[in-house]
């Protein structure tokens, strides 16, 4: 009984040393405990020990890893694991001593509730990162010169979310199967990705062909796409050279239900927006496309029920094809729109594949952003996607709102809620909005107005109410604090007296 008194004390001494958080550098020892003076020497043996609510820091080191490192242990539901990049550092994964082979990956995550964010893994046998698992969160890492897709998602893998990820130059030998992001062949559903960007790899951009898998939904919001179906010098692969390639498969029978918003092709060598034969439902919201071979090809029947939305896009050049059943409204090619260069601020590349910015959000650049009195701004359709004037924006970018500085009458014409930033957010966003002048029964103007602020979840339940009490006219912040919330995507909703305004934000824990 002593001696097992002497071992549970001994566990017990192990756990609390660890304190729920490890490190990993190239300098340490999978002997050592795991503590930041003494930490592991490889992730592996750090996935290996973690327990739901554990944090294992990476060091901004690189590793060499010959062999994938395999995540199957998994975290709960308001309780993920984590593997992060140390704070300020950026750990590079080498891949590239391993060979050729379909088993041969970075990272392989088999475990559910991981959040892995701010890894680089490159030059990997296989794919740079396999997911099988569900509900993980891969945030601001990137993929390149793996030797099949960047990041693939299959066998099952459903409600994950990619965030600010990168993935380019990967490319297998015969040049067909590098995808830079594929949720395809046995996928599960509910998988989503945010802010993403995909270039130069050998074949697709994004690939949902399926195998295996049917009638599953992908979401991909605010991604960009672009030189797909070329190699890393410059020179035309023999990939297929989509850019979104929304579905497929071996009998062209099946349904991947896909849904883009605010995404972004150009110069993909052969399509930019593609069905290839995909016979589910395909909707496309506020997308632009430009200098692709060709922009937007959706021409094959769909399954019965299965419908394709096509609103609010804009297509620089011919559009492309789309069948008659698709169901439009508002798009750049329709009347009465005429679309030209001086629609648009740039239309200049410089600055698509810069360094993103500390938060992880893309870059800010011109590139295809409306120009001052284009006759595409204002001129949407209302498809639940948040705008600032008087009507949605055609394509990809909104067009942003002067922001009211002053405190007197005429701080602002009216009511203007901004996105908040950062987006996503960690636990802490600031929300912008500006409040306008009133005028009263007797015609003076009142600088006064009830504002009220409230966040809510997805599934309509308030969590916080921000602001709730007058305010003068002028422009405000006010910050949310989402650390006793989970991961997700909240509402947050502007209301004063009749004008009532609601944005989505994205919470990642």
Request: contains cysteine; charged residues 15%.
């Given at each position: 009984?002593?001696?097992?008194?002497?071992?549970?004390?001994?566990?017990?001494?192990?756990?609390?040393?660890?304190?729920?958080t490890y490190?990993?550098?190239?300098?340490?020892?999978?002997?050592?405990?795991?503590?930041?003076?003494?930490?592991?020497?490889?992730?592996?043996?750090?996935t290996?020990?973690?327990?739901?609510?554990?944090?294992?820091?990476?060091?901004?080191?690189?590793?060499v890893?010959a062999?994938?490192?395999?995540?199957?242990?998994s975290?709960?539901?308001g309780?993920?694991?984590?593997?992060?990049a140390?704070?300020?550092e950026?750990?590079?994964?080498?891949?590239?001593?391993?060979?050729?082979?379909?088993?041969?990956?970075?990272?392989?995550?088999?475990?559910?509730?991981?959040?892995?964010?701010?890894?680089?893994?490159?030059r990997?046998?296989d794919?740079?990162?396999?997911?099988?698992?569900?509900?993980?969160?891969?945030?601001?890492?990137?993929?390149?010169?793996?030797?099949?897709?960047?990041?693939q998602l299959?066998?099952?893998?459903?409600?994950?979310r990619?965030?600010?990820?990168?993935?380019?130059?990967?490319?297998?030998?015969?040049?067909?199967?590098?995808?830079?992001?594929?949720?395809?062949?046995?996928?599960?559903?509910?998988?989503?990705?945010?802010?993403?960007?995909?270039?130069?790899?050998?074949?697709d951009?994004?690939?949902?062909?399926?195998?295996?898998?049917?009638?599953?939904t992908?979401t991909?919001?605010?991604?960009?796409?672009?030189?797909?179906?070329?190699?890393?010098?410059g020179?035309?692969?023999?990939?297929?050279?989509n850019?979104?390639?929304?579905?497929g498969?071996?009998?062209?029978?099946?349904?991947?239900?896909?849904?883009?918003?605010?995404?972004?092709a150009?110069?993909?060598?052969?399509k930019?927006?593609?069905?290839?034969?995909?016979?589910?439902?395909?909707?496309?919201?506020?997308?632009?496309?430009?200098?692709?071979?060709?922009?937007y090809?959706?021409?094959?029947?769909?399954?019965?029920?299965?419908?394709?939305?096509?609103?609010?896009?804009?297509?620089?050049?011919?559009?492309?094809?789309?069948?008659?059943?698709?169901?439009?409204?508002?798009?750049?090619?329709m009347?009465?729109?005429?679309?030209?260069?001086?629609?648009?601020?740039?239309?200049?590349?410089a600055?698509?594949?810069?360094?993103?910015?500390?938060?992880?959000?893309l870059?800010?650049?011109?590139?295809?952003h409306?120009?001052p009195?284009?006759?595409l701004?204002?001129a949407?359709?209302?498809?639940?996607?948040?705008?600032?004037?008087?009507?949605?924006?055609?394509?990809?970018?909104?067009?942003?709102?002067?922001?009211?500085?002053?405190?007197?009458?005429?701080?602002?014409?009216?009511?203007?809620?901004?996105?908040?930033?950062?987006?996503?957010?960690?636990?802490?966003?600031?929300?912008?909005?500006?409040?306008?002048?009133?005028?009263g029964?007797?015609?003076?103007?009142?600088?006064?107005?009830?504002?009220?602020?409230?966040?809510?979840?997805?599934?309509?339940?308030?969590?916080?109410?921000?602001?709730?009490e007058?305010?003068?006219?002028?422009?405000?912040?006010?910050?949310?604090?989402?650390?006793?919330?989970?991961?997700?995507?909240?509402i947050?909703?502007?209301?004063?007296?009749?004008f009532?305004q609601?944005?989505?934000?994205?919470?990642l824990?």
């Amino acid at each position: 009984m002593s001696s097992r008194i002497l071992l549970a004390a001994c566990l017990l001494l192990t756990v609390s040393a660890s304190a729920g958080t490890y490190y990993v550098s190239t300098s340490g020892n999978d002997l050592n405990q795991g503590t930041l003076d003494s930490p592991f020497k490889s992730i592996s043996k750090a996935t290996g020990l973690a327990l739901p609510g554990d944090t294992i820091y990476v060091r901004g080191d690189t590793f060499v890893v010959a062999v994938t490192i395999n995540i199957t242990r998994s975290g709960a539901a308001g309780n993920m694991c984590s593997l992060l990049a140390y704070p300020g550092e950026r750990p590079l994964l080498d891949c590239s001593s391993m060979a050729l082979g379909s088993s041969n990956r970075g990272i392989n995550l088999g475990g559910s509730y991981w959040h892995i964010k701010g890894l680089d893994i490159v030059r990997a046998g296989d794919n740079g990162m396999r997911i099988t698992g569900s509900n993980n969160a891969v945030e601001f890492c990137s993929f390149a010169g793996n030797m099949d897709t960047g990041l693939q998602l299959d066998n099952g893998a459903s409600n994950n979310r990619i965030i600010n990820c990168d993935s380019f130059d990967n490319s297998d030998p015969a040049q067909g199967n590098a995808d830079g992001f594929a949720p395809k062949l046995s996928v599960g559903t509910g998988n989503y990705f945010y802010g993403c960007r995909s270039w130069q790899n050998s074949d697709d951009g994004w690939d949902g062909y399926l195998r295996g898998a049917n009638g599953v939904t992908t979401t991909l919001e605010n991604c960009w796409c672009f030189l797909n179906g070329y190699l890393s010098n410059g020179s035309p692969s023999t990939g297929n050279g989509n850019g979104f390639k929304m579905g497929g498969s071996d009998l062209k029978d099946l349904e991947h239900n896909m849904i883009l918003r605010n995404c972004l092709a150009f110069d993909n060598r052969v399509k930019g927006f593609d069905q290839n034969n995909n016979k589910g439902s395909m909707t496309l919201l506020n997308c632009t496309a430009y200098r692709n071979g060709t922009n937007y090809s959706i021409t094959q029947a769909l399954d019965s029920g299965r419908t394709l939305t096509v609103m609010n896009c804009v297509a620089l050049g011919s559009y492309g094809f789309l069948g008659a059943f698709a169901v439009q409204a508002t798009n750049s090619w329709m009347s009465p729109f005429v679309v030209s260069t001086a629609d648009f601020v740039s239309i200049d590349t410089a600055g698509v594949r810069a360094p993103r910015k500390p938060d992880g959000s893309l870059p800010d650049v011109p590139y295809m952003h409306l120009a001052p009195g284009s006759d595409l701004i204002n001129a949407g359709t209302d498809v639940g996607i948040s705008y600032n004037g008087s009507a949605p924006d055609l394509g990809a970018f909104e067009t942003e709102e002067p922001v009211a500085v002053s405190t007197t009458p005429a701080a602002a014409a009216e009511f203007v809620f901004f996105q908040n930033y950062p987006n996503p957010f960690n636990p802490k966003t600031g929300i912008r909005y500006s409040v306008p002048a009133q005028s009263g029964r007797d015609g003076q103007v009142s600088g006064v107005s009830e504002v009220k602020i409230t966040v809510y979840d997805v599934l309509g339940r308030e969590v916080a109410v921000l602001v709730n009490e007058k305010k003068e006219a002028g422009t405000y912040e006010v910050r949310f604090d989402g650390s006793r919330l989970a991961s997700g995507v909240y509402i947050y909703r502007l209301t004063a007296g009749s004008f009532v305004q609601s944005r989505k934000m994205l919470l990642l824990r």
